[in-house]
């Protein structure tokens, strides 16, 4: 008899709710969750394959460990046996530096991704972290740090209440959203228009969002910081700033206007392709509408000036008193987050605290940008060591990161490398051991990251739907024995990794005078704690000294694990609510309008007034059943639209002699790629783009579907020099190439 269960996919960051069809242990269907307290039903072709996907036979099934340069299949015992042998002569010999750890995306998917990495950095000790965020959202987290105090404090567009959203460099029509959790982002969007509401989108490209747009304003790529600095420029000018209560806790405003004053409409227009009236009309429609938020992702991330265009936006949010009110942009408050602190100054965020030691670039966030992994491995320098091993958990860098060739050769001159992925592919068919995890449906799920950028309050949890199949580890133990094996403590007991942070996390609360167990017996709070494993207890911990917790007794009706578990379809914890000025922890305890190291950025912003790109620009896109590197496995999800395309405008194809459907070469600084050529109106002239995460054509890989179709790898057009100083972020939108019909050499094409 076939059964369902709750499972919250972990394939976008919409997080919906999905109701598991099981038979035996195998999940047969998944529908949308209709009794789930936030994504209510909505599913998209992505959740609907969770079967495809979790039965896909290219899963690992058991560790593998290299012996004479092979991999062969072995038990956990010799995995991690492996492992400790591997990476401890490496960290005694060469130091902890000389030790990577790159972290990829799905870190933010998993239970796992979210407990342990912190455990395993503190236990390491190590500098060298790379993560999936530099060639992300990093620019926001510095441009958040430097305003707000918190890289983590991210303002979130108030979908479900907005009268207004100027959209830019997204296209959540296909991602389902980003840094901006909504499960069905796209009927939010229809909703808004429905009640009178106003969308303008921002976007080189015209994508299924531009079209729902009342406004769609095809900007030159890398332009978004310059059209923003503008508008705030009309703010200040037309004298339409309007703080309201915001007011008392914003320093800089004077100084702020002043450093923009020569970004004007007219003196920006030719740089973005948008005219003065038109940057003149948005500014007055975002000060007119009653609420309004602006809300920017990837596109006007991944490009060189990315912590300015970030910044912008927030700029934007406080001068038209949105930030922090209802129908504007607000601070989410998730159940996990750590119990509230009173308001008042903090510590602030501090930048470049290290340098990685190639190019000598700074850290953000603790990180150094993943664009360096590859120099850190391939080139020796007087100041250190290059990292010798790697600990590669979730991250397919050779697809995702500038210039796979040069870090796949990287990777292949590494002492030891391990892989934890389900998956033997581009970047783990490097490692020494491969440390699969379960699929999704026997691990258990919940948002820790995603509830701190949800458009609602909210709490789910859900419990593997299938049982561990025998001979499997869970991701958590697998991720505890690798902190133990990394860090000299190989053999010990797994549980103890959680018993550790327990004991941390309560001995500093209940010396936290602002913490419901200030002053209680850690012991004692310890052996409250519920729930069937150590990430459970983590969990539950979490959760009870958070600021929906039940303190441990000081708020009986608060939310703990056992709670949770009692309403399977999560706990709905109302609208995102103003909480200013109490998530500031900049040293004013203020909003710090225009922070030094961004005001010291504006003059490469200036130089960019000048710039007019005249030859070809390319930029990336995402298809609704794509996720990054890894989901070209599942028939299901492959084919029809998603396909390794350049697109191209009708006019660039005739100039350069390109027909739709036919070879086009595309050279960037990085190497050369062939793809078919996509001929359509859909992009402006002058830019092509062509989607990431293909490129599945190397040996020793195993994933059979994917190899079919291969596509060609974007990011090989990049060599890696491209990127947005403060964040360290790479620049993977507007970058310069030049396309020609494959076939014809490049002396004989057409000029670009
Ligand atoms: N040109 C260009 N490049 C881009 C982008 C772009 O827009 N344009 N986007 C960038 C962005 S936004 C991102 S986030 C990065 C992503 O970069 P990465 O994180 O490096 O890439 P993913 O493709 O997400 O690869 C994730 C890896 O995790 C594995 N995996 C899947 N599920 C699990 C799991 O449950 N546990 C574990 N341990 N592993 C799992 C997969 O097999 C895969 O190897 O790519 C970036 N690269
Ligand atoms: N289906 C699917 N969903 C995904 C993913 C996926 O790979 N596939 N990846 C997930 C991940 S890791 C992330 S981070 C999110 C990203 O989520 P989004 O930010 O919504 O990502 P995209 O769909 O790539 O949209 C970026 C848009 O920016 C535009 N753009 C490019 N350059 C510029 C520019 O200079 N200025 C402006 N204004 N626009 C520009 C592009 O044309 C594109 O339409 O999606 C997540 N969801
Ligand atoms: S929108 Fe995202 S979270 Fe929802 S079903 Fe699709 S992939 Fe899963
Ligand atoms: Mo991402």
Known sequence: ?????????????????????????????????????????????????????????????????????????ASWEEAFDAVARGLRPVVERYGADALGVVLGN??????AGALYPTVLLGAVRTRSLFTASTVDQMPKHVSSGLLFGDANAIPVPDLDHTDHLLLIGANPLESNGSLCTAPDFPGKLKALKARGGRLTVVDPRRTRTAKLADRHLAIRPGADALLLAA???????EGLVDLGDLAPHVDGLSELREAIEDFTPEAVAGACDVDPDTIRALARELAAAPTAAVYARIGSCT?????????????????????????????????????????GPGRGFSLGRW???????????????????????????????????????AANPVLSAPDGNRLDKALGSLDFMVSVDPYLNETSR?????????????????????????????????????PLEPGRMAETEILARLILAASGMHGADPAAVDTMVIDQTLGKAVQEPHSPVHGRDPRELAALLTGADGPERRLDLMLRLGPYGDGFGARPDGLTLARLLDHPHGIDLGPLRPRLPQPLKTPSGRIEL?????????????????????????????????????????????????????????????????????????????????????????????????PHGWGHNRPGTR??????????????????????????????????????????????????
């Open 703 to 752: 994933l059979g579907h994917a190899g079919r179709e291969p596509g060609v790898n974007v990011n090989q057009l990049l060599d890696g020099t491209l990127l947005d100083p403060l964040s360290g972020n790479a620049v993977l939108n507007g970058i310069p190439v030049r396309v020609g019909p494959a076939g014809v050499p490049a002396a004989l094409a057409p000029e670009n």
């Open 106 to 111: 799905p870190n933010v998917h998993t239970m």
């Open 303 to 343: 490009v060189p000036h990315g912590t300015l265009a970030s910044w912008l936006v927030d700029v934007l949010n406080t001068l038209t008193g949105n930030l922090d009110r209802p129908g504007g942009a607000l601070f989410p408050q998730a159940a996990t987050d750590r119990t509230p602190r009173p308001a």
């Open 1 to 73: 008899m076939p059964r369902t269960a709750l499972r919250i996919c972990p394939l976008c960051e919409a997080t919906c709710g999905l109701t598991l069809t099981i038979e035996g242990t195998r999940v047969t269907a998944a529908r949308g969750d209709r009794d789930d307290v936030f994504s209510k039903g909505f599913i998209c072709p992505k959740g609907a394959s969770f079967g495809a996907l979790d039965a896909d036979p290219d899963r690992l099934r058991t560790p593998l460990v290299r012996e004479n340069g092979e991999l062969r299949e």
């Open 231 to 237: 508008m705030t420029n009309v703010l200040f000018e």
């Open 430 to 466: 490097h490692a020494h051991v491969v440390l699969p995890p379960p699929p999704p449906a026997q691990s258990p799920h919940h948002d820790f990251a995603f509830n701190t950028l949800a458009v609602r309050n909210q709490v789910r949890y859900t419990r593997p739907a299938v």
């Open 594 to 690: 225009l922070p030094a190291p961004l005001a010291a950025d504006l003059p490469r912003l200036r130089e960019a007034l000048r710039e007019r790109p005249t030859g070809l620009v390319l930029v990336g896109r995402r298809h609704l059943r794509s996720n990054n590197s890894w989901l070209h496995n599942v028939p299901a999800l492959t084919g029809g639209t998603n396909r390794c395309t350049l697109h191209l405008h009708p006019e660039d194809a005739e100039r350069l002699g390109v027909r739709d459907g036919e070879p086009v070469r595309i050279k960037g600084a990085g190497g050369e790629v062939t793809a078919p050529a996509e001929v359509t109106d859909a992009i402006r002239p002058g830019v092509v783009s062509l």
């Open 355 to 393: 340098h990685s030691r190639v190019r000598r670039l700074p850290e953000a966030k603790g990180e150094l940008p993943l664009s360096a992994l590859a120099e850190e491995i391939d080139t020796a320098t007087p100041e250190g060591e290059p990292l010798r091993a790697l600990i590669v958990i």
